[in-house]
């Protein structure tokens, strides 16, 4: 589980109520909600969806036949009204929704009515690139404020969005699109990254020399590299947005209508395209911000310091801030550029009210040092979140004290790309915190733990975490694969029964604590990448016959990439070899995924029926005793691996 390391540390009797300040002026001081949404989930969730406007009201709340759900089905609303014509309509059309910063540190301000019109004429744009409802755009973009506009153009007029990670590499790219057959793409010439360019037109051209399904590309100028524009294919979005007509009414949507697509690793080396839908995704994006945040639109200033190309950015960036009306703050570049001081500089020149980032991050800032932090005013922070992967009580209570001066709540905030919306977290005005745990299911949301038999397990105890009831932000399906689907999530424990493949425990008050995947799937930094997908990148370098991959714990990046790899006969292997193979795989799929270490083996330990057994080279990798290793074929070949592993040169 890659969480020994962290178990080792939790202390389940250190408990924080809500700061006294915070609290006096907090939504939801009372914890009744819970018993209130526990009495009657629909209704509570029906109650939170009759915040949105609705342009017909659904009849039925929840239409469940595991595992497929519909929420508010019937009901027709349309997002990027719900996120801004409304506000504009209620006067707040001068209210700030970005504050949006580059890299390099030029700046724009984005008001709702600037951001409602930007909107309106590059859905037009849409329109005359010839993309419609149920149309599928693929959105390969650095952290730009077109990216937001164009999410919610495709949203006004019911295309599909399917934004790939600025950071994924052509073919990552070329398989996305070609997956759900996107007929447009929107890229940009560059994105700015740690003060240098990279050129994603450059890793979109290679992408495109074989995605039949584009008809065209639309090129956001950002960076000013020179890029090719292929004629008739190829277009600027300054020539081709701004001169469009202002006005375009948005579409009337089913509630159950796809809003977007986003891609994740999964335990196989395909990605999978999660499905989210219209009116159950908003209805719970919104409530989660709103609370979880504790937002007041008229005075926060907040900040998710994802990108909006992982499922993150999606809900707490575009979708939940917008439909609260809220006023964000958006970062195009990395947390040290130009210094380590650059995220509290932001804080502190935007008046910064919610921080909401991951623990990898907060790590680095701790190892960066506090005089970073302690250089700006950060008083205006009122609350801090992070997301992404489980945090060690360490870094949540340096996150409270030195960032927070301990009066913000630390609200821990367990979900995936699947849940759509935040599933376990405290509300911070009413919900006792404990350093490294997520605390309860939100209202509403219905959370257990299960035994590898199917039994539940009590409390205190551990196993694996499920969702026992559905949730309106759920995924509705994996584009194109419903087998996938079905086996990936719901059949594990049967009808109805949500396997989120994450270990869990929850501790004599009843506490969730989060301990790290139970799957092929590693956490780096927060992000998901699937063992089995980095080892099919390995493989198709014609100098490896065999690879092996396993996440290590890793004090920094909660997990770190190692990989065994055994090559073709005649092959010499040595670091070059071993260099040109992580940089095979960053290529391949994206840097993010390059092995942090890489160790040749002459053979892999395997069971009788040749299965490779990753959880003896975690052991390796990990330096830890072995485990079983009664089914091995053949044991000599650990001792080996073993061996060679302590004394190759690795980082970590
Ligand atoms: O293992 C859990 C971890 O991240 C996984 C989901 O990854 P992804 O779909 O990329 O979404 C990340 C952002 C929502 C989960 O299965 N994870 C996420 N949040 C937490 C977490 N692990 C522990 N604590 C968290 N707060």
Redesign the pocket.
């Given at each position: 589980m890659g969480s020994d390391a962290i178990e080792g540390l939790l202390d389940e009797s250190r408990t924080f109520p809500p700061p006294v300040e915070f609290k006096k002026g907090s939504l939801q001081t009372s914890a009744e909600i819970y018993d209130e949404a526990e009495a009657d989930f629909e209704g509570f969730w029906a109650r939170e969806a009759a915040e949105l406007d609705w342009y017909q009201e659904w009849d039925t709340i929840l239409d469940w036949q595991p595992p497929y759900a519909k929420w508010f089905v019937g009901g027709k609303l349309n997002v990027s009204h719900n996120c801004l014509d409304r506000h504009v309509e209620a006067g707040h059309g001068d209210q700030v929704a970005y504050h949006w910063e580059g890299e390099p540190g030029d700046t724009r301000t984005i008001t709702y009515a600037q951001l409602l019109d930007d909107v309106q004429r590059t859905a037009n744009a849409l329109k005359e690139l010839g993309v419609g409802r149920g149309d599928r755009v693929a959105v390969y973009l650095g952290m730009v404020p077109e990216l937001p506009t164009i999410m919610l153009a495709c949203a006004r007029i019911g295309a599909i969005h399917s934004v790939v990670f600025g950071g994924f590499s052509a073919a990552a790219l070329r398989d996305r699109i070609n997956d759900s057959e996107c007929k447009l793409l929107v890229t940009a010439d560059g994105a700015w990254r740690r003060g240098s360019v990279f050129s994603l037109k450059d890793n979109a051209d290679e992408a495109l020399a074989d995605t039949p399904s584009i008809e065209h590309v639309l090129v956001v100028k950002r960076t000013e590299n020179d890029v090719e524009m292929t004629d008739g294919r190829d277009l600027w979005w300054h020539d081709v947005v701004p001169g469009q007509d202002a006005d375009c009414p948005p579409e009337h949507m089913d509630s159950e209508d796809l809003l977007y697509l986003l891609y994740?690793s999964g335990t196989t080396g395909k990605p999978k395209g999660i499905m989210h839908t219209t009116g159950g995704y908003l209805t719970q994006v919104a409530f989660t911000h709103k609370y979880v945040f504790d937002l007041k639109p008229d005075s926060d200033v907040f900040w998710c310091a994802a990108d909006i190309g992982?499922?993150?950015g999606h809900s707490y960036i575009v979708y939940g801030p917008l439909a609260n009306r809220a006023t964000s703050v958006m970062y195009e570049g990395t947390p040290n550029h130009p210094a380590e001081d650059r995220f509290w500089a932001i804080v502190a020149k935007y008046g910064v009210t919610q921080l909401y980032t991951a623990p990898t991050a907060i790590r680095a800032f701790m190892k960066w040092g506090d005089e970073h932090p302690a250089k700006h005013d950060l008083s205006s922070l009122r609350l801090l979140g992070?997301?992404?992967?489980?945090?060690n009580p360490e870094a949540w209570m340096w996150y409270r004290e030195v960032i927070g001066g301990d009066r913000c709540p630390v609200v821990?905030?367990?979900?995936?790309?699947?849940t759509g919306g935040m599933m376990i977290a405290p509300l911070p005005g009413a919900t006792t915190t404990k350093p490294g745990s997520?605390t309860f299911p939100l209202p509403g949301i219905s959370a257990t733990i299960y035994d590898d038999r199917g039994n539940e397990v009590g409390v205190p105890g551990g196993g694996y975490l499920v969702l026992d009831r559905p949730w309106p932000s759920m995924l509705r399906g994996i584009w194109g694969d419903e087998q996938r689907f079905k086996d990936t999530y719901w059949s594990r424990y049967g009808e109805g029964i949500y396997f989120?493949?994450?270990g869990a425990k929850r501790d004599a008050d009843g506490y969730f604590w989060?301990l790290?995947?139970v799957d092929d799937v590693m956490?780096v930094s927060?992000?998901?990448i699937s063992t089995t997908e980095v080892e099919s990148a390995l493989v198709s370098h014609p100098a490896v016959a065999e690879a092996a991959v396993v996440g290590r714990a890793d004090a920094q990046t909660g997990q770190a990439i190692a990989a065994f790899v055994t090559t073709r006969g005649g092959v010499e292997e040595n670091e070059d070899l071993a260099k040109e193979l992580r940089d095979h795989v960053a290529k391949m799929i994206s840097p993010i995924a390059k092995p942090a270490s890489l160790l040749f083996t002459g053979d892999l330990p395997k069971t009788r029926s040749g299965k490779i057994m990753r959880r003896l080279l975690k052991d390796i990798a990990e330096d830890k005793q072995l485990g079983d290793t009664t089914t091995l074929a053949d044991a000599s070949v650990v001792d080996s691996i073993k061996n060679r592993y302590l004394d190759s040169p690795h980082d970590g």
């Amino acid at each position: 589980m890659g969480s020994d390391a962290i178990e080792g540390l939790l202390d389940e009797s250190r408990t924080f109520p809500p700061p006294v300040e915070f609290k006096k002026g907090s939504l939801q001081t009372s914890a009744e909600i819970y018993d209130e949404a526990e009495a009657d989930f629909e209704g509570f969730w029906a109650r939170e969806a009759a915040e949105l406007d609705w342009y017909q009201e659904w009849d039925t709340i929840l239409d469940w036949q595991p595992p497929y759900a519909k929420w508010f089905v019937g009901g027709k609303l349309n997002v990027s009204h719900n996120c801004l014509d409304r506000h504009v309509e209620a006067g707040h059309g001068d209210q700030v929704a970005y504050h949006w910063e580059g890299e390099p540190g030029d700046t724009r301000t984005i008001t709702y009515a600037q951001l409602l019109d930007d909107v309106q004429r590059t859905a037009n744009a849409l329109k005359e690139l010839g993309v419609g409802r149920g149309d599928r755009v693929a959105v390969y973009l650095g952290m730009v404020p077109e990216l937001p506009t164009i999410m919610l153009a495709c949203a006004r007029i019911g295309a599909i969005h399917s934004v790939v990670f600025g950071g994924f590499s052509a073919a990552a790219l070329r398989d996305r699109i070609n997956d759900s057959e996107c007929k447009l793409l929107v890229t940009a010439d560059g994105a700015w990254r740690r003060g240098s360019v990279f050129s994603l037109k450059d890793n979109a051209d290679e992408a495109l020399a074989d995605t039949p399904s584009i008809e065209h590309v639309l090129v956001v100028k950002r960076t000013e590299n020179d890029v090719e524009m292929t004629d008739g294919r190829d277009l600027w979005w300054h020539d081709v947005v701004p001169g469009q007509d202002a006005d375009c009414p948005p579409e009337h949507m089913d509630s159950e209508d796809l809003l977007y697509l986003l891609y994740t690793s999964g335990t196989t080396g395909k990605p999978k395209g999660i499905m989210h839908t219209t009116g159950g995704y908003l209805t719970q994006v919104a409530f989660t911000h709103k609370y979880v945040f504790d937002l007041k639109p008229d005075s926060d200033v907040f900040w998710c310091a994802a990108d909006i190309g992982w499922v993150t950015g999606h809900s707490y960036i575009v979708y939940g801030p917008l439909a609260n009306r809220a006023t964000s703050v958006m970062y195009e570049g990395t947390p040290n550029h130009p210094a380590e001081d650059r995220f509290w500089a932001i804080v502190a020149k935007y008046g910064v009210t919610q921080l909401y980032t991951a623990p990898t991050a907060i790590r680095a800032f701790m190892k960066w040092g506090d005089e970073h932090p302690a250089k700006h005013d950060l008083s205006s922070l009122r609350l801090l979140g992070t997301v992404g992967e489980p945090i060690n009580p360490e870094a949540w209570m340096w996150y409270r004290e030195v960032i927070g001066g301990d009066r913000c709540p630390v609200v821990d905030t367990w979900w995936q790309t699947e849940t759509g919306g935040m599933m376990i977290a405290p509300l911070p005005g009413a919900t006792t915190t404990k350093p490294g745990s997520a605390t309860f299911p939100l209202p509403g949301i219905s959370a257990t733990i299960y035994d590898d038999r199917g039994n539940e397990v009590g409390v205190p105890g551990g196993g694996y975490l499920v969702l026992d009831r559905p949730w309106p932000s759920m995924l509705r399906g994996i584009w194109g694969d419903e087998q996938r689907f079905k086996d990936t999530y719901w059949s594990r424990y049967g009808e109805g029964i949500y396997f989120a493949g994450d270990g869990a425990k929850r501790d004599a008050d009843g506490y969730f604590w989060l301990l790290g995947r139970v799957d092929d799937v590693m956490n780096v930094s927060g992000h998901r990448i699937s063992t089995t997908e980095v080892e099919s990148a390995l493989v198709s370098h014609p100098a490896v016959a065999e690879a092996a991959v396993v996440g290590r714990a890793d004090a920094q990046t909660g997990q770190a990439i190692a990989a065994f790899v055994t090559t073709r006969g005649g092959v010499e292997e040595n670091e070059d070899l071993a260099k040109e193979l992580r940089d095979h795989v960053a290529k391949m799929i994206s840097p993010i995924a390059k092995p942090a270490s890489l160790l040749f083996t002459g053979d892999l330990p395997k069971t009788r029926s040749g299965k490779i057994m990753r959880r003896l080279l975690k052991d390796i990798a990990e330096d830890k005793q072995l485990g079983d290793t009664t089914t091995l074929a053949d044991a000599s070949v650990v001792d080996s691996i073993k061996n060679r592993y302590l004394d190759s040169p690795h980082d970590g």
